[in-house]
């Protein structure tokens, strides 16, 4: 199989990230997009993170009904904070016979050469890129890199938690099954 790895936060989920899957699937020909819920992302500052378990369930369902859209909780095993790089070797040892592209949004692949191992994964992945606001991404990419064009969602994470903190309303960026959860999570951030 052909497996998208979309890692992330998803603190919290939002129409975005779904609709970043949704075209991930036909772009990139793949099988899967797995949502790899980080519990610790290590350029991220973890007092602003909602409890990982807690993250992962809003993202199974808002994921539920999404064929190929698949949430994974695979990180929460392996040594913290989450290096992508040990994910990947992770994955390929546990799943040898599938191929896993690299899904990341155009401010990740900006701040790409800080990441662990990022030479190591560039020659040995394949990298789905998606644009990002306020991220451009500029002149000839490396071979194995695809720019894939995605329907731009205005919404941030960090955007509906200020939203919800200020008791406005994120309906319109979330999907409706767990927007009550998203709004009882952070409210009192």
Not at 154 to 170: E, F, Y
Request: aromatic fraction near 8%; charged fraction near 25%; hydrophobic fraction near 40%.
């Amino acid at each position: 199989m052909k497996i998208g790895i979309f890692g992330g936060s998803f603190n919290p989920i939002h129409n975005g990230h779904i609709a970043i899957g949704r075209t991930m699937l036909r772009a990139m020909a793949l099988d899967e997009v797995w949502y790899m819920v980080s519990p610790c992302n290590p350029l991220k500052r973890a007092a602003d993170l909602l409890d990982e378990k807690e993250r992962l369930r809003m993202v199974r369902k808002a994921l539920e009904g999404e064929e190929r859209l698949v949430a994974s909780d695979y990180e929460f095993t392996l040594p913290r904070p989450s290096y992508t790089w040990n994910t990947l070797r992770k994955l390929h040892s546990d799943y040898p016979e599938n191929e896993f592209v690299l899904i990341i949004g155009g401010d990740n692949w900006t701040a790409f050469p800080r990441w662990a191992h990022h030479e190591d994964i560039l020659a040995t992945h394949r990298i789905a890129v998606f644009p990002r606001e306020g991220a451009e991404v500029r002149g000839d990419q490396p071979r194995n890199v695809t720019m894939v064009r995605v329907p731009m969602v205005n919404v941030t994470s960090t955007m509906l938690r200020a939203m919800v903190r200020a008791g406005q309303d994120i309906t319109p960026f979330v999907p409706a099954c767990v927007a009550a959860d998203i709004v009882r999570n952070y409210a009192r951030g």
